[in-house]
């Protein structure tokens, strides 16, 4: 069948595609309703991954005997990936097809996913886990074009709001698959599943996808802007990264943020100038879209960031088995699954602004109270906050695209889409570092006076250093032949000193989310919001 060509990302002044220019679909080829579920299946594997790590992490520390800093870059180095190559990811598809273009990340992905768990070493698991991000990068805005090219407009908001619930559902749910792959099967099967999934994408794809493609494509790109957004973001993540190392007041530091804060405001000018820039900046002259961007950010801070801490808390602090610590996260993926339908429905009838607005203050609430939990908090007290969580975020995931894409013209709706992901991807990744940061610094500041309070042996520098890299991931650093009380009393200054910094990281991320609520009053339903109210099944 010959490809199908629609004007999706024409000029302003350029009607969009009209209902009836999108013809009924004849068979598996092109159908509206098979094309959602076959971009899902493959949108559903890169969302799985943000969070199906987080349990594996732990296993995958001491498999292969990482260091904080690097298990961080476990998932900083995924998250930035993917959130860099959205935009520039979503123009290769408006340039040679949304098709191909998510073909290959489904190729990419799942090559890559097998890759990482054929690794003996955490570079190659960082090295794969960017590679995993870049084609990841391939699949999402891919995903949102074919959605924008099959469904008639009216239509159009019905489908991606079930996209949105898989990708919520699926960031949900990682951490209770992780926790059954880890526990019965390795840390390597996490990624491994990738491959089957991978193939029924492919299939799939092959089938049912029908090349769309816009009238008014992208001819060239901008690529010094790629260079600088990408330089950017690594400058930034890469000073909180070593902070906690370097300290600081450290020039080193201080380097890399002012050279992020310069690489920013020279792509921000490279973007008024270049022909078809990266991110057209006129999209940010709507302040509820930006408050929509910034919402995310915010929003998957707190999410990302806290998520991080949590896996280690309940499998070293607590000693759970993997499939227990995902088990114990259940109240959370059960809230955002049931929730997030709820939300949809506020959203339609209530409009973004009060859903949105209160999901981030029951955000707030639940990581203030994640910062009480103890060494010995119940399991009904954890799963309180863990399912207020839950619900509030449910709200965010659902609304954020109506917010975002339903407030940007029509012709840059599909860049709108991309911004999204990649908004709630960097977030992702600034919230393990700077949460991340936080927690180094908070273990670093602690440890040698309850150590010494305790009545422990004095340690060397490195000792201490070594002491403090095991303690911020709640492991006792605990030496073969240590007597039974002495081991009893450094694990108990291990656990107290972990709970302080995951405390101070919990109110660090609940101040995220009160901001976060001032930014969701900034928010109003888009003129394209009602596309699909009310809409029949195709």
């Not at 002012?258 to 302040?287: D, N, Y």
């Not at 801070?301 to 806290?306: D, E, S």
């Not at 070293?316 to 939300?343: C, F, Y």
């Amino acid at each position: 069948m010959t490809s199908q060509t629609i004007d999706t990302t024409g000029p302003g002044d350029k009607a969009p595609a009209a209902p009836s220019d999108v013809p009924p679909a004849k068979g598996l080829r092109g159908h509206p309703w098979f094309t959602l579920i076959t971009v899902a299946v493959g949108v559903m594997m890169v969302a799985l991954d943000g969070t199906i790590v987080a349990i594996a992490n732990p296993a995958i520390q001491k498999d292969l005997g990482a260091t904080f800093a690097q298990v961080q870059w476990i998932t900083n180095g995924y998250f930035l990936a993917l959130a860099v190559s959205l935009i520039t990811a979503g123009k290769l598809g408006d340039r040679f097809g949304h098709r191909q273009t998510f073909l290959i990340g489904v190729v990419g992905f799942a090559a890559a996913s097998g890759a990482i768990g054929l690794s003996d070493s955490i570079a190659l698991v960082v090295t794969f886990r960017v590679f995993q991000g870049l084609f990841g990068a391939l699949l999402m805005p891919a995903a949102l074009g074919l959605l924008r090219a099959t469904f008639p407009a009216e239509k159009l908001n019905m489908a991606i709001g079930i996209w949105g619930m898989v990708i919520g559902a699926s960031t949900a749910g990682g951490p209770i698959l992780g926790g059954v792959l880890v526990e019965h099967v390795s840390w390597q099967s996490v990624f491994f599943i990738n491959v089957p999934v991978g193939i029924v994408a492919l299939v799939l794809g092959v089938l049912i996808l029908l090349d769309h493609r816009a009238e008014n494509a992208p001819r060239s790109f901008d690529i010094l802007g790629i260079a600088l957004l990408s330089g950017a973001m690594f400058c930034l993540v890469w000073a909180l990264i070593k902070a906690p190392a370097w300290g600081w007041g450290d020039g080193r530091t201080w380097a890399f943020i002012l050279g992020s804060v310069v690489l920013f405001t020279a792509f921000a000018v490279w973007e008024t100038k270049v022909k078809e820039p990266l991110i057209p900046l006129a999209l940010f002259r709507s302040v509820p879209l930006s408050a929509g961007v910034v919402l995310m950010v915010l929003m998957a801070i707190a999410f990302m960031g806290g998520l991080f801490f949590v896996t280690f808390y309940l499998q070293n602090v607590h000693g759970m088995s993997p499939i227990d610590a995902g088990l114990h996260l259940l109240p959370l993926t059960g809230m955002m699954i049931v929730g997030s339908p709820l939300a949809g429905a506020m959203i339609t009838k209530l409009g973004p602004r009060i859903p949105l607005a209160g999901g981030m203050a029951a955000t707030a609430l639940a990581m203030y109270g994640m910062s009480t939990l103890e060494t010995d908090t119940g399991s009904a007290a954890m799963s309180l906050w863990f399912a207020l969580l839950g619900l509030g975020l449910a709200p965010v995931m659902v609304g954020a695209t109506e917010v975002i894409v339903g407030n940007a013209a029509m012709e840059l709706s599909g860049v709108a889409g991309g911004l999204q992901q990649a908004a709630m991807q960097i977030g992702g990744s600034l919230g393990t570092a700077v949460l991340g940061a936080v927690m180094a610094s908070k273990v670093d500041s602690d440890l040698p006076a309850n150590w010494k309070d305790a009545g422990l042996p004095q340690l060397t520098p490195t000792q201490l250093d070594q002491a403090s890299e095991a303690v911020q991931v709640g492991v006792a650093p605990v030496a073969k032949g240590t007597p039974e009380a002495i081991a009893a009393k450094i694990t108990d200054v291990a656990h107290d000193t972990f709970i302080s910094g995951m405390s101070l990281a919990s109110l660090v991320a609940a101040g995220v989310a009160v901001v976060a609520v001032f930014v969701a009053l900034l928010t109003k339903r888009g003129e394209n919001a009602e596309a699909g109210a009310g809409a029949a099944h195709i």
